[in-house]
């Protein structure tokens, strides 16, 4: 298979976490990628590089202030009085109307949702390379390859339009599934990262043409906590185009593989043209968030699944955090893929 790649990733290096109030250094590390990257090599997949195409993708699905924010966020950050060199906001909108600010520190806030998107120097930079990935490999598979993997670093899917959240800040999976819909009636995106989608979710939220199904963690107990749920199924014209199919905390291969059961019934109804897969590792049993516990067999046989439906389909990487399996899920799904093709 094809794997896109840029090296870019590695000056985003995000040093800030806080877990239960303790402040931690962030799990979405350059390792991953180059782990991720060793492994793909390793297993005999071919490596492309990402093609340059600046902001153009990433302005399909983002806003003109999100994407400017982003752009200068580090820079005029780092010309304020006594500040860290990342960007994390210390106010929040949140629930009530409340008005765009012209303050940096404002503008923080109004679009890094949690404490989990911290924007460093090289943070605009990694972001557009890594939209650039999943720009690229959309375009592999609009030029008539069946399948390409985006190896994404930073991750995307609980970017929204305008909010940066949860190590996330372009949304990859929605840019590549944004880009297949140029040519496609109708594009499908199932996420199997333990995450719900939330990002993703809402940039669909009340589209018809873009089916968007989740399977996770359920967010009663776990992140993102106020999307993910089951009743929330799009809105207006989007009005039953979003499925969510949270498992318990803690599940392991039979529910998850039986959620993607449902999700491919429901993918099938839908009848796409062309599929998106937002390729979390991190339901792994030996992933550090500890979220779902899901076996390499799993994830074998959970891609096996999904390349059975025969669509042309692009693999976006988002989570997956460091352990001995990392690289080694993503043989595994990339394997099962290819066998049922
Ligand atoms: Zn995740």
Not at 34 to 51: C, F, N, P, S
Not at 84 to 108: Q, W
Not at 222 to 243: D, I, K, R, V
Not at 256 to 277: C, K, M, N, S, Y
């Amino acid at each position: 298979m094809k794997i896109v790649y840029s090296d870019k990733h590695a000056v985003h290096d995000p040093q800030t976490f806080f877990v239960r109030g303790v402040k931690q250094r962030s799990a979405e590390q350059p390792e991953r990628a180059t782990r991720l990257l060793a492994a793909a090599k390793d297993a005999g997949h071919e490596i492309v590089g990402a093609k340059v195409y600046g902001a153009g993708p990433a302005a399909a699905v983002h806003t003109p202030d999100y994407l400017d924010f982003l752009q200068v966020a580090a820079r005029e950050w780092a010309r304020l009085p006594n500040a860290s060199t990342e960007v994390i906001p210390n106010v929040h909108p949140a629930r009530y109307a409340a008005t765009y600010p012209k303050a940096l520190a404002g503008r923080a806030g109004w679009h890094q949702a949690d404490l989990a998107c911290p924007i460093g120097p090289g943070t605009w930079d990694a972001a557009l390379a890594s939209s650039e990935v999943a720009a690229t490999a959309a375009d592999l598979v609009l030029d008539g390859f069946r399948e390409a993997y985006a190896l994404c670093r930073p991750p995307g899917h609980h970017a929204y339009a305008d909010m940066a959240g949860g190590f996330c800040f372009l949304n990859n999976t929605a840019i590549a599934a944004r880009r297949l819909r140029g040519r496609h009636e109708r594009v499908a995106i199932l996420d199997v990262d333990v995450h719900h989608g939330n990002g993703t979710q809402g940039i669909f939220y009340d589209r018809p043409d873009v089916l968007t199904v989740s399977i996770h963690a359920d967010p009663a107990n776990y992140y993102p906590y106020f999307w993910g749920h089951a009743h929330e199924t799009g809105a207006g014209a989007g009005h039953g185009f979003n499925l969510n199919l949270p498992q318990p905390v803690g599940s392991g291969d039979g529910p998850w593989l039986a959620a993607g059961d449902a999700a491919l019934q429901r993918i099938r109804e839908f009848a796409p043209t062309a599929l998106v897969i937002a390729l979390g590792l991190d339901a792994s049993e030996s992933d550090p968030l500890q979220g779902l516990k899901v076996t390499g067999a799993g994830f074998h046989a959970m891609a096996g699944k999904i390349a059975a439906l025969g669509l042309p389909t692009l693999l976006v990487q988002e989570g997956g955090y460091l352990s001995d399996d990392l690289g080694r899920n993503l043989v595994q799904f990339l394997s099962g893929f290819e066998q049922a093709r």
